[in-house]
């Protein structure tokens, strides 16, 4: 399937929500009947119309304002299938991955916080998730199914997947398709257990003890590695910017709360944060997931503070 349809689905949010649109992209599962094909021919005769078995969708110039779109959605039975997702984040965690995912992809979602209480999961978030570990998503679009799922890799992948057309991956064909694979899952299978490992080492036993010591060098030798790649390449899968940068971003910036790191000696890592950065996206979706988090501090080389709960915690002897 053609990329172009993620973009014409996306568009169609801002059609559908915005005041105003001058191309519209329009994407639905669900084909029209008949009538309601002539109902859109009828409003909007410039644009052209595009089927695919399971698939239709129409995009072209558009001239007035959305209302002749919001007229046909009214005037006739077939509704515009929209997502309808709610994002369970438990603030300055690695739940941020996903309004940032869906803020890239440009789906629209419902988004409820939860402050930590002092560090775990508040009772709230235990009944959303028997493990009451964030991100979960819950998915209502379709109300005679509605689905629950947590893991952050699983969620980008079930977005990226089911409502994105695949945007934000790489396609098996493409050149970095391992690249991407490995990289996606580099963030939670070894950087991120690397760190707290290193964490808990640190205030279980100091660091002058071996344990720590051989901890702390493993996280040396991922950095490194990840250094290195982002000297080289732009993004971790290469050139384009895929959900293996929005994985691994919550681990230099907010877990340093956690688990500090200088990324002075890792200036491949930190031109990276910077591009981060400049993504409109990550800032958008930090505004709305965690507005009282510095981001210029979490882009820093040397991070933000350490939040004190966590602190204490590690401080506890065995
Ligand atoms: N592997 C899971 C880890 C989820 C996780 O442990 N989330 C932390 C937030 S950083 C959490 O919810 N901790 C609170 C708790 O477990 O009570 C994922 O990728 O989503």
Not at 2 to 23: E, H, L, M, N, V
Not at 188 to 215: C, H, I, W
């Given at each position: 399937m053609p990329r172009i349809w993620t973009d014409i689905r996306t568009d169609i949010y801002k059609a559908q929500w915005g005041p105003y649109s001058q191309y519209l992209h329009f994407l639905s599962y669900k084909l029209p009947n008949q009538s309601q094909r002539k109902l859109l021919l009828h409003y909007l005769p410039h644009l052209s119309i595009t089927e695919e078995?399971?698939?239709?969708?129409?995009?072209?110039?558009?001239?007035?304002?959305?209302?002749?779109?919001?007229?046909?959605?009214?005037?006739?039975?077939?509704?515009?299938?929209s997502?309808?997702?709610?994002?369970?984040?438990?603030?300055?965690?690695?739940?941020?991955?996903?309004?940032?995912?869906?803020?890239?992809?440009?789906?629209?979602?419902?988004?409820?916080?939860?402050?930590?209480?002092p560090l775990?999961?508040?009772?709230?978030?235990?009944?959303?998730?028997?493990?009451?570990?964030?991100?979960?998503?819950?998915?209502?679009?379709?109300?005679?199914?509605?689905?629950?799922?947590?893991?952050?890799?699983?969620?980008?992948?079930?977005?990226?997947?089911?409502?994105?057309?695949?945007?934000?991956?790489?396609?098996?064909?493409?050149?970095?398709?391992?690249d991407y694979l490995y990289w996606l899952h580099f963030a939670n299978g070894t950087l991120q257990p690397g760190l707290f490992r290193r964490g808990m080492a640190r205030g279980m036993v100091g660091e002058d003890d071996p344990r720590y010591k051989s901890n702390n060098a493993r996280v040396h030798k991922a950095l490194n590695h990840i250094n290195t790649r982002l000297q080289e390449n732009k993004w971790l899968a290469g050139e384009e910017f895929t959900a293996a940068d929005v994985m691994t971003g919550w681990c230099f910036t907010t877990m340093r709360s956690y688990e500090p790191i200088d990324l002075g000696d890792y200036q491949g890592i930190l031109a990276w944060l910077g591009r981060v950065g400049e993504r409109e996206a990550y800032r958008r979706a930090m505004?709305?997931?965690?507005?009282?988090?510095?981001?210029?501090?979490?882009?820093?080389?040397?991070?933000?503070?350490?939040?004190?709960?966590?602190?204490?915690?590690?401080a506890m002897k065995p």
């Amino acid at each position: 399937m053609p990329r172009i349809w993620t973009d014409i689905r996306t568009d169609i949010y801002k059609a559908q929500w915005g005041p105003y649109s001058q191309y519209l992209h329009f994407l639905s599962y669900k084909l029209p009947n008949q009538s309601q094909r002539k109902l859109l021919l009828h409003y909007l005769p410039h644009l052209s119309i595009t089927e695919e078995p399971n698939i239709f969708g129409i995009q072209g110039e558009f001239k007035t304002s959305t209302s002749s779109i919001r007229t046909f959605i009214s005037t006739s039975d077939y509704k515009m299938s929209s997502p309808k997702l709610v994002v369970h984040h438990l603030q300055v965690g690695q739940g941020e991955r996903i309004p940032w995912l869906l803020e890239e992809l440009n789906i629209p979602y419902e988004l409820k916080l939860y402050k930590r209480s002092p560090l775990l999961s508040p009772p709230e978030l235990q009944a959303v998730y028997p493990l009451g570990a964030s991100p979960v998503v819950e998915d209502l679009t379709d109300p005679s199914n509605p689905i629950k799922i947590a893991e952050s890799g699983a969620i980008c992948d079930y977005i990226i997947h089911k409502y994105a057309n695949g945007r934000l991956a790489l396609e098996p064909q493409h050149k970095n398709f391992a690249d991407y694979l490995y990289w996606l899952h580099f963030a939670n299978g070894t950087l991120q257990p690397g760190l707290f490992r290193r964490g808990m080492a640190r205030g279980m036993v100091g660091e002058d003890d071996p344990r720590y010591k051989s901890n702390n060098a493993r996280v040396h030798k991922a950095l490194n590695h990840i250094n290195t790649r982002l000297q080289e390449n732009k993004w971790l899968a290469g050139e384009e910017f895929t959900a293996a940068d929005v994985m691994t971003g919550w681990c230099f910036t907010t877990m340093r709360s956690y688990e500090p790191i200088d990324l002075g000696d890792y200036q491949g890592i930190l031109a990276w944060l910077g591009r981060v950065g400049e993504r409109e996206a990550y800032r958008r979706a930090m505004g709305k997931a965690d507005p009282d988090l510095d981001i210029e501090q979490g882009l820093s080389a040397k991070g933000p503070p350490m939040m004190e709960a966590f602190v204490k915690a590690l401080a506890m002897k065995p």
